[in-house]
């Protein structure tokens, strides 16, 4: 099974040390690019150790406006 992640759930299990349940789960997780760039930012090198795993893989989104519409927005969040 596949699954797509944002920024917070992949952030959080690594920080306390269980994003092995991801991949015992799921196999494979999905980020769009702009998760990849938060995780890439963090100033925790667990969190952007996130990109080096290679059950993680990058999807670029081909249509942007198509995101926009159908992702939830966190409060605050800037689209």
């Known amino acids: 099974m596949i699954i797509v992640s944002d920024t917070s759930a992949l952030s959080n299990l690594a920080l306390v040390d269980h994003l092995w349940l991801l991949e015992a789960i799921y196999q494979t997780v999905i980020i769009p690019e702009a998760v990849a760039n938060e995780l890439a930012a963090a100033s925790n090198p667990n969190i952007s150790a996130i990109l080096q795993l290679s059950w993680i893989q990058i999807q670029f989104l081909t249509n ?7 992702l939830p927005r966190k409060s605050g969040q800037v689209t």
């Open 64 to 70: 942007s406006q198509l995101a926009n519409l159908t």
